[in-house]
């Protein structure tokens, strides 16, 4: 079991700064991957930023240039920098763990998910 609590979420200006933050624990040796998504109107959810257990990142093409995710290992825990956002990166944004799921079947793909937190954008 993975339990994810995110926070960092606010009320910011078009063209401010955020930081959310996800902090993992249990089962942390389980997990391949880590993200953030976030679910536009009228859209399904989509990957905002990820980044592996080797470091590669990937990034939404809509966030790129403005986004930054990375992780510290010794505090289990992903950030998300959000720099000179806009009203439509309003959203909740959820953190997301990629793992292996040890089952009497052998090992699975599991997602788990947090709670969520809010951002929102004012023009």
């Known amino acids: 079991q993975v339990q994810l609590v995110e926070s960092g979420g606010g009320l910011v200006q078009a063209g401010g700064s955020l930081r959310l933050s996800c902090a993992a624990s249990?089962?942390?040796?389980?997990?391949?991957?880590m993200g953030w998504y976030r679910r536009p109107p009228g859209k399904e959810r989509e990957l905002v930023a990820s980044?592996?257990?080797?470091?590669?990142?990937n990034y939404a093409d809509s966030v790129k240039g403005r986004f930054t995710i990375s992780r510290d290992d010794a505090k289990n825990t992903v950030y998300l920098e959000m720099n000179n956002l806009k009203p439509e990166d309003t959203d909740v944004y959820y953190c997301?763990?990629?793992?292996?799921?040890?089952?009497?079947?052998?090992?699975?793909?599991?997602?788990?998910w947090g709670q969520g937190t809010q951002v929102t954008v004012s023009s």
């Open positions: 997301n763990a990629d793992s292996t799921l040890m089952t009497t079947y052998g090992p699975r793909p599991h997602d788990y």
């Open positions: 249990g089962s942390i040796f389980s997990i391949n991957a």
């Open positions: 980044i592996t257990t080797t470091g590669r990142t």
